[in-house]
């Protein structure tokens, strides 16, 4: 009898889009280490450069064949996106002559597992990919692996990358407010913060406070109507409390008409996706404030910091993102695609996560805002709801590797 042929070996490429996070690469890492697992079906792992957009330029490096065991553990701890990145918006018509010329660079690459690993608009990437491998009759399996300091993604309790996120947030505004509080004069500190249409992170400052009644006194998130009149009566009301007030803001809180607050100032310019870039909401309000009431008036923009600060990245959060890419692995091995890797958290006594699929064309251009009901005091405060949700997912500090007082990262050569 004759021995029968064994079906050839299919590849891996992944890639990663959007704004980067202190723990993205650790679900590259997961990727590739559980890509690397199944040798018997699969052959390389090749990652793209610059996500899809640099994939359509041939640009790529085979990352199974290039990182050791020693470099992969550094990875896993890096932060920013060591494949680099992209803002890259596929074509809506699925007809469009771009789809067969990326399914023939897919084909010739022998790729068989399709992994994308990035936010709202990266599951919309594997959302169109994968409904058009549907139309060719492709057998490319095509997964989302889910990432975003935001966490705004749908069907999902929370997102690789918030963890260290909020941790970043918690613990400089606790630094902040700690700075704000040595003087006796009457002052107030703006701390600006990322979230266009969901305050998921402007809530994390409320991890800061030590006690009932800490700074900060006053956190507004864009699910809530911000009015300016109504903001100076609650600063006066915290000034009259207590001499050092600090106060949270999302760069996307908006008034009852929908007008961001930062265009109050100069209009906002626009992404490549039509998204508005939003900052100066903090600039705006300062020179209200000090103009209002003539007081000591400083704003505070903690910006790209937010996500690439891997020196207070969670260890819960890295071990959640590496297991995301896996998971990913494992579910493109068991046939399913146009899924996103989706945690759920188990009803138990203490914290328990384990990963599920989603549909990812239910997910993508959808947002996941903050629950309305979780914010209290006339859109001024976080309820005790959020940091139940929150504190476990901030939890453990990582072991990593100092050289000369500093981390020592894996940077592409």
């Not at 800490?214 to 600063?235: G, T």
Request: hydrophobic share 40%.
């Amino acid at each position: 009898m004759k021995e029968q042929k064994k079906e050839m070996k299919k590849n891996i490429v992944v890639g990663q889009s959007g704004g980067p996070t202190a723990v993205i690469n650790a679900s590259l890492y997961g990727v590739i280490a559980e890509g690397m697992k199944h040798g018997d079906e699969i052959g390389h792992v090749y990652g793209m450069l610059n996500g899809i957009e640099g994939f359509m330029q041939d640009r790529y490096m085979d990352l199974s064949g290039e990182l050791g065991a020693e470099e992969l553990e550094i990875l896993k701890q890096t932060p920013a996106a060591y494949l680099g990145s992209c803002r890259y918006k596929l074509p809506e018509d699925l007809s469009s002559n771009f789809y067969p010329m990326i399914f023939e660079k897919l084909e010739r690459l022998e790729i068989g597992y399709f992994f994308y690993i990035g936010g709202n608009d990266s599951m919309d990437t594997v959302s169109k990919l994968s409904r058009y491998a549907e139309t060719i009759g492709s057998a490319i399996r095509f997964i989302g692996v889910p990432k975003t300091i935001d966490n705004d993604l749908i069907h999902t309790d929370h997102t690789p990358g918030y963890g260290s996120a909020a941790k970043y947030v918690a613990a400089t505004v606790r630094e902040i407010a700690m700075d704000a509080s040595v003087y006796q004069q009457k002052a107030v500190t703006i701390v600006e913060l990322m979230g266009r249409h969901a305050g998921w992170l402007t809530a994390a400052s409320v991890l800061a406070r030590k006690e009932a009644g800490d700074n900060p006194l006053l956190v507004y998130l864009p699910e809530a109507d911000f009015d300016l009149e109504q903001f100076a009566v609650d600063v006066k009301q915290a000034l009259d409390r207590q001499p050092n007030v600090v106060v949270c803001v999302s760069e996307g809180i908006s008034d009852k008409d929908g007008k961001f607050i930062c265009e109050y100032d100069n209009a906002a310019q626009t992404d490549s996706f039509g998204h508005k870039m939003l900052t100066g909401s903090g600039k705006v309000l300062e020179a209200f404030i000090r103009n209002r009431y003539g007081v000591k008036v400083r704003s505070v923009e903690l910006n790209v910091s937010q996500r690439c600060s891997g020196m207070v990245a969670s260890l819960t959060d890295i071990e959640e993102a590496a297991a995301a890419g896996a998971a990913g692995v494992q579910a493109a091995l068991a046939g399913m695609t146009g899924k996103m890797i989706a945690f759920c958290r188990k009803e138990a006594d203490g914290y328990e996560l384990e990963c599920r699929t989603e549909d990812v064309n239910e997910i993508c251009n959808r947002e996941k805002k903050f629950p309305a009901e979780w914010i209290i005091k006339n859109g001024t405060d976080i309820g005790p709801e959020f940091w139940d949700y929150a504190r476990p997912l901030i939890q453990g500090e990582a072991k990593r590797k100092m050289k000369d007082g500093l981390p020592v990262y894996l940077y592409r050569r």
